[in-house]
């Protein structure tokens, strides 16, 4: 079997998505949820904001995905003082050519991690979204291409509010995720132990075993199948009934947009193909809206006093919402 139909073939899809996983297991513990969604937002194109309290290995899961994909990775730590030139490039004159030449920036990557993003004032953090929504940066009236594929996996601080800039909101639509990553289980902290004990070493992620499984250009081949998957009509209204949902429910201020709508689907279609299937059920949307809508919707303030967030909205909409069949 050539290497296109292998790669197009949804057991293929599917065994590939399955060895990830397992490879991702090697390296970090208690994440498999995050690894999928983070898989699911590379394959459909998407950006992914992880928010969670330092040291619970956000960094290892986005250097744990570029080695999965054989991707080129770079990593920018957002500051106070960070300048847009930082993140994109400049222009610099040289004086022995007497010729101003282009300096690129560390943006010009395949996977790139904006490390605590919300340090960087707004002027630094717009820098980036030219590069999230067009693939492409301007740098002194010049347009320059970024590589394919192009991803942010960006983090942030929940916790810590001193020096820092919150995202504002076309910003964060630009994610097509936010993972929560939270504290592990005593038992799987334990196994963290154990294995730095028995010498794993995060900074050496091919010694505990990890290679590349996928090439950039079989990711296209794979995006070619993702868009062949099937959505039934009755998928479609129901991704727009939850949409409407939201814009009517009385828990929140602000509900989710068009654009979030489509990043559901989207992200439902790669799902399905991932798990093999070339449909998609209503049990893709359910999975997916949380992560894709929690950073899109806004709550009122009655819901907060409450002790709501934007996942338990999500479970009082889901509850009301008809499935089709």
């Known amino acids: 079997m050539d290497q296109a139909a292998s790669v197009n073939s949804p057991y293929r899809g599917c065994k ?11 390296v970090l513990v208690g994440q498999e949820e995050a690894v999928e969604l983070m898989l699911v937002a590379l394959l459909s194109g998407g950006h992914v904001l992880l928010e969670g309290v330092p040291g619970t290995a956000k960094t290892l899961l986005a250097r744990t995905v570029a080695q999965l994909v054989a991707a080129e990775f770079g ?16 222009v610099v004159y040289d004086i ?3 010729r101003f030449n282009l300096k690129r920036g560390p943006i010009f990557t395949q996977i790139l991690l904006a490390d605590e993003i919300n340090r960087a004032p707004a002027k630094t953090q717009a820098a980036l979204l030219e590069a999230m929504e067009e693939r492409q940066v301007t740098i002194e009236g010049n347009t ?8 942010v996996i960006a983090t942030q601080n929940p916790v810590e509010m001193d020096g820092t800039y919150p995202l504002p909101e076309a910003q964060l639509d ?14 799987l902290e334990t196994e963290v132990l154990r294995r730095y004990h028995q010498g794993f070493d995060p900074r050496n992620l091919g010694a505990a075993g990890l290679k590349p499984l996928i090439r950039p250009d079989q990711m296209e081949l794979m995006r070619g199948v993702i868009q062949s998957v099937r959505v039934e009509e009755g998928i479609l209204n129901y991704i727009a009934a939850i949409a409407q949902a939201t814009r009517q429910s009385s828990d929140l201020a602000i509900g989710a947009s068009t654009r979030a709508s489509v990043a559901l689907l989207l992200a439902a279609k790669t799902r399905a193909a991932l798990y093999g299937r070339d449909f998609v059920f209503p049990d893709d949307i359910k999975a997916l809206l949380p992560p894709t809508l929690r950073h899109r919707v806004y709550l009122r303030p ?16 889901l509850a009301q919402v008809d499935v089709p069949r």
Do not use: N
């Not at 060895?19 to 991702?24: I, P, S």
């Not at 990593?75 to 400049?90: K, N, Y």
């Not at 994610?175 to 005593?186: A, E, S, V």
């Open 16 to 26: 590939a998505f399955e060895q990830m996983r397992a490879a991702a297991g090697r």
């Open 75 to 90: 990593r920018i730590q957002f500051t106070p003082d960070l300048m847009p030139s930082d993140v994109v490039g400049t």
């Open 96 to 98: 022995q050519s007497s």
């Open 144 to 151: 320059q291409a970024l590589p394919a594929p192009f991803m």
């Open 174 to 187: 630009r994610f097509l995720f936010k993972i929560k990553i939270g504290y592990l289980p005593q038992a």
């Open 302 to 317: 009655e819901a907060e006093i409450e002790g709501l967030d934007a996942d338990g909205v999500f479970r009082r909409i």
